[in-house]
């Protein structure tokens, strides 16, 4: 059965399927090589990747087609997340490690989005905003329904909250960002009327 079943297996299937593998693992590649360094050559993250310069230019044919891969493959997950967590937590604990993958997202960007913009023109941040603010809306909107968030935040407010993350150089910035987003969750966080 199993002899069969491979016997009938289309050859491009296989070749698909390991260029779909090549693909993913440059970009993971690449994504750690840029947050290393935002002049992170083709060359080496080919190397890296432990790909031939054949496929890495097949599959990204200039360096910005590389960065904007990356970068729109990162703010994918990031939106993708959200439906995610909310199906696996509690929507406060889904908002929180939300904004925990935010932070990840944000120091990778720092990287890449220097990158980006040194190579190209295109504004994505425009590009990712509305889904972005769908995502913490859905979030924010489970937790308003389960009686955690106060009710008169928004997604637009939120964002603007958090976007101390893009703007952090320091060393600590791990800490700090924690502490901080902890803040932002404590201030999010609904209380009895008499406390506010």
Partial sequence: ???RERATEKPGATKRSDAEQNRARI?????TALTASSDATM???AKRAGVGQGTMYRHFPNREALLLAVYRHDVQALI???PELLAQETPFEALRLWFDRLA???RIKHGVAA????ATRADLSNEYYDPVIAAITLLLDACKTAGTVRPDVDADEVLLLVSFLWRMENPDWEARSRHLLT???DGLRERPDHER
Avoid: K, Q, W
């Fill in 183 to 185: 803040l932002v969750m």
């Fill in 43 to 45: 060359n080496s993250i």
């Fill in 80 to 82: 993708d997340a959200a």
């Fill in 27 to 31: 970009l993971e590649i690449a994504r």
């Fill in 104 to 106: 990840s997202y944000a």
């Fill in 115 to 118: 990158a980006v913009e040194a």
């Fill in 1 to 3: 059965m199993i002899e």
